[in-house]
């Protein structure tokens, strides 16, 4: 099971994200590997930014909401010059 809708992205998350988090979230979205264990729901993703973006947390959010997890593990890999 993967992803949630680009229109949800679009009516949930847009006011709330940048549009580089935006990008993030689709890309997340995309990605992420949803599976229950025990009765919880779960999902796990690693995403790749060029370079570092504040307010992570925001995405993180909207992974958990938008893939109506229990839980949700997402983590972001930095690449470039920003700061680590």
């Excluded at 919880?40 to 947390?57: C, P, R």
């Amino acid at each position: 099971e993967q992803g949630a809708s680009q229109q949800a992205i679009a009516e949930f998350g847009q006011s709330r994200l940048s549009p580089d988090q935006r990008v993030v979230l689709t890309d997340a979205l995309a990605t992420a590997e949803v599976r229950t264990h025990h009765g919880i729901k779960l999902s796990t993703v690693v995403v790749d930014t060029n370079d570092y973006l504040t307010g992570m947390s925001r995405v993180a959010e909207e992974v958990l909401e938008l893939t109506t997890c229990d839980v949700s593990l997402l983590g972001v890999v930095h690449h470039g010059g920003g700061r680590q």
